[in-house]
């Protein structure tokens, strides 16, 4: 009574989706807390606070995404804006 084996790629299965989710998760954290052990040299005072490169990067993540979808807004063009130029022959 063994299981059939799964015909698709181990990548697109379910459970190992979830397994490296929580790698990456434990690789986050891991990167974070390891500024308890490492000397971090700050110029300023808030580049030296507990876990702000992880924050920084973060917020310019979402910042970049936002403004994406601004520029997109506002650059979108018509489905058909590159076939109107054959319509006319």
């Known amino acids: 009574m063994s299981e059939k084996p799964s015909s698709d790629h181990w990548l697109v299965r379910p459970d190992t989706i979830a397994l490296l989710w929580k790698i990456l998760y434990a690789v986050l954290a891991l990167t974070v807390f390891a500024q308890i052990f490492i000397y971090v040299k700050s110029y300023f005072v808030v580049d030296g606070w507990f876990g702000f490169g992880a924050a920084y990067g973060f917020i310019a993540c979402v910042i970049m995404v936002v ?8 650059l979108k063009r018509d ?6 130029e054959f319509d006319d022959d």
């Open 79 to 84: 489905e058909n804006y590159y076939l109107k």
């Open 67 to 74: 403004v994406a979808r601004v520029l997109g807004y506002f």
